[in-house]
């Protein structure tokens, strides 16, 4: 766990969205993608719900984020 993969999970929830994160992280699409995964492998957890090109945090990330101070509702 880095300090920019929780960065890239902040502005993903703050956006609700991997591709927005990507663009004002100037990072590609797959890094941000990349990154998340291997926060929830590092986690044990998944901290989103993939729903084809939607994404929606888990009870997991919902409490990862409470704790990192992120505005999860």
């Known amino acids: 766990m880095n300090i920019r993969s929780l960065q890239t ?3 993903v929830v703050e956006l609700k969205s991997f ?3 990507a663009c004002e992280l100037n990072y590609v699409q797959s890094t941000v993608t990349m ?3 291997q926060l929830e492998k590092e986690l044990g957890y998944p901290l989103f719900d ?3 090109k ?3 945090l888990t ?3 919902e ?3 409470s704790i ?3 505005g999860v509702c």
Do not use: D, H, M, P
Request: glycine share 12%; net charge positive; aromatic share 12%.
């Open 63 to 65: 409490n990862f984020g």
């Open 19 to 21: 591709t927005k994160a």
């Open 9 to 11: 999970f902040i502005r």
């Open 54 to 56: 939607k994404i929606a």
């Open 59 to 61: 009870s997991y990330g």
């Open 68 to 70: 990192l101070n992120v």
């Open 50 to 52: 993939r729903i084809g």
């Open 35 to 37: 990154q998340i995964q």
